[in-house]
């Protein structure tokens, strides 16, 4: 049999072509994939660089938005989200330490100052029991803004955390009254159920006997605080589903401007020179009843008065 040279060289030829092509067809393939993955990660290589740049030093810093509204720039935006979040967080901590720190400042500095003077030159009796019992008050201010700030911190626990169960709203209310009235025997509290109870089960609600009377005490006493008269009044009104009371004054009353941020801890508003406080009690409140899955609401006039409106659900 003949040997065909040419043919065979020609197959040798072929197949060497074919090899060649499939080659660089890998290796045109590989380097597009790598520019085109290149820049379809860019946005997110971008993401990851802006990220490692913040801190808690910096938390005014953003993630920069990719052109493209794809999944990616979602998750730059819930990305911002959660920094304005965090960033918020951070703001309100500095705030409460720095409120903190002057609300214990301002009594230890006036007991220290008292102190000081009742032992720097001779005085008679009465020049030092008053001295005395301004240190007292002093220390009574700081002693009320302790537990004030355990309640708080007790108010922001997880309300699986916090130990509930079934109680008489009237009860609580009745008590916290009357602690209220023997720690101000100055005060005036009406008390007005306008609704004839048809079943126990309306007054029954389940939370935290403690929190609740300390929620009911905070909004008593302001009532009486900012009211001329130290006379508020508390009406109760029971239906099937929830519990509505109002806490009433003819006071003072918040000047419009004030009303958003009268929750706010700390915030002491226009009429802050008329009683003593350390704005700490209306924003307790407001987390003891959210803890129980309630509202408070509040419609105020300056010079007329206010009414703070707390709703809470039954068992």
């Keep these: 049999a003949a040997y065909d040279f040419n043919g065979y060289h020609k197959t040798y030829i072929a197949k060497r072509n074919i090899l060649i092509v499939f080659l660089s067809s890998i290796i045109f393939i590989y380097i597009m994939g790598r520019i085109f993955s290149r820049k ?16 808690a030093t910096n938390l005014d810093l953003r993630v920069q938005l990719p052109k493209n509204k794809d999944e990616i720039a ?30 214990l400042r ?11 003077l009742s032992t720097g030159n001779p005085r008679s009796n009465d020049e030092y ?22 309640d708080l911190a007790k108010a922001n626990y997880d309300q699986t955390e916090i ?16 602690d ?25 609600v389940k939370g935290n006997e403690y929190l609740l009377k300390v929620a009911f005490m905070n909004l ?23 519990t509505i009371i109002r806490f009433q004054d003819n006071g003072i009353g918040i ?33 003891i009843i959210a803890l129980h899955n309630g509202t408070i609401s509040v419609v105020s006039e300056p010079n007329e008065g206010s009414t703070f409106t707390v709703e809470l659900p039954h068992v």
Excluded: W
């Excluded at 960033?87 to 720190?101: G, L, P, R, T, Y």
């Excluded at 029991?129 to 355990?150: C, E, F, G, H, T």
């Excluded at 130990?163 to 009357?178: P, Y």
């Design 255 to 287: 000047a419009p401007d004030d009303l958003p941020n009268i929750f706010t801890p700390f915030f002491r508003g226009d009429n802050k020179g008329f009683a003593n406080g350390n704005g700490i009690g209306l924003s307790l409140t407001q987390k």
């Design 40 to 55: 379809a990660m860019l946005p997110m290589t971008n993401i990851v660089a802006n990220v490692k740049e913040i801190s």
């Design 129 to 150: 029991r008053k001295s005395i019992d301004n240190a007292i008050n002093d220390a009574q201010k700081l002693v009320r803004l302790s537990n004030s700030l355990l």
């Design 74 to 103: 979602e998750l730059a935006i819930s990305f911002n989200q959660m920094l304005d979040r965090l960033e918020k967080s951070f703001d309100a901590q500095k705030d409460f330490v720095s409120n903190i720190s002057h609300e």
């Design 220 to 242: 008593i006493e302001n009532g009486c605080k900012f009211s001329e008269a130290k006379e508020s009044t508390i009406a109760i009104t029971y239906f099937k589903d929830k």
């Design 106 to 116: 301002t009594p230890l500095t006036a007991m220290l100052t008292e102190l000081q």
């Design 163 to 178: 130990v509930q169960k079934e109680i008489r709203l009237d009860e609580v209310l009745l008590d916290a009254r009357n």
């Design 180 to 204: 209220v009235l023997h720690n101000q025997p100055e005060f005036k509290v009406n008390l007005i159920f306008e609704k004839e109870i048809e079943d126990d089960d309306f007054i029954s």
